[in-house]
């Protein structure tokens, strides 16, 4: 399965601790976006990389949370200090720049954070 | 920004039935709009999008109806099966340009045998 991938799919935490999430994208597609979903509501937009460069980001995105795609393959998601807010399931998603799909976006299967 | 309305929260339909959800946006620049389906502990996966510049759009049991002048689009499935139960998500962007999408809060089916 070439599809998109994301390691932790569960992350525990205590209150505080700094966590790191890190998605893999389809191969081919320059655009990788992070979302925020929580329980029994639809993703919110945090932030969309094209390339290496982070094109966007949204105000949810506070100053505890950094993302990085260094090389424009990979991209992780770093939460400092993290509060109990900040419990929620982490959808990573890319998309190609050209074809006839270039709007899609295909979601990988999110990392679940629970901080205590 | 944009804002994506979607109803009804829960559906529920006997298998064969059609099942019809409904979303609006608020967005006049939106230009492409999404659905996926979301099982429980999975990732969402598109089932069908259309374009502005198409009303109507359909996949074997699965079709997306747009109103641009009105700012709504729907999802109707016909023949229901239990398989189908899942939550359904909308969401609207605009297109390639400003790429993120804004989802709808979601529709739960659920689909009686």
């Known amino acids: 399965d070439t599809g998109v991938s994301q390691d932790p799919r569960h992350k525990i935490t205590k209150r505080g601790q700094n966590v790191t999430f890190r998605c893999d994208p389809i191969?081919?597609?320059?655009?990788l976006y992070w979302y925020r979903q929580t329980l029994g509501q639809g993703p919110e937009f945090l932030t969309y990389f094209q390339n290496e460069a982070q094109l966007e980001k949204s105000r949810l995105l506070s100053d505890r949370f950094s993302a990085e795609r260094p090389k424009g393959s990979f991209s992780t998601l770093e939460i400092q200090r993290t509060e109990q807010g900040d419990s929620a399931m982490y959808l990573c998603?890319?998309?190609?720049?050209?074809?006839?799909?270039?709007?899609?976006?295909?979601f990988g299967p999110g990392t679940r954070l629970l901080v205590l | 920004g944009e804002n994506v309305e979607q109803h009804p929260s829960t559906l529920s339909v006997q298998e064969g039935d059609s099942a019809v959800i409904k979303c609006t946006y608020s967005?006049?620049?939106?230009?492409?709009f999404p659905w996926y389906k979301q099982e429980l502990g999975k990732r969402p996966q598109l089932i069908i999008d259309?374009?502005?510049?198409?009303g109507e759009k359909k996949d074997q049991r699965i079709a997306v109806t747009l109103n641009k002048t009105a700012k709504h689009f729907s999802l109707h499935i016909t023949e229901t099966q239990p398989e189908d139960s899942a939550v359904y998500f909308c969401?609207?962007?605009?297109?390639?340009?400003?790429?993120?999408?804004?989802f709808g809060g979601g529709t739960r089916l659920m689909v009686k045998p």
């Open positions: 998603a890319s998309s190609p720049t050209a074809g006839t799909r270039r709007e899609t976006q295909y």
């Open positions: 191969s081919e597609h320059n655009r």
């Open positions: 967005d006049s620049a939106s230009n492409y």
């Open positions: 969401a609207a962007s605009r297109g390639w340009a400003g790429n993120m999408l804004t």
């Open positions: 259309i374009r502005s510049n198409v």
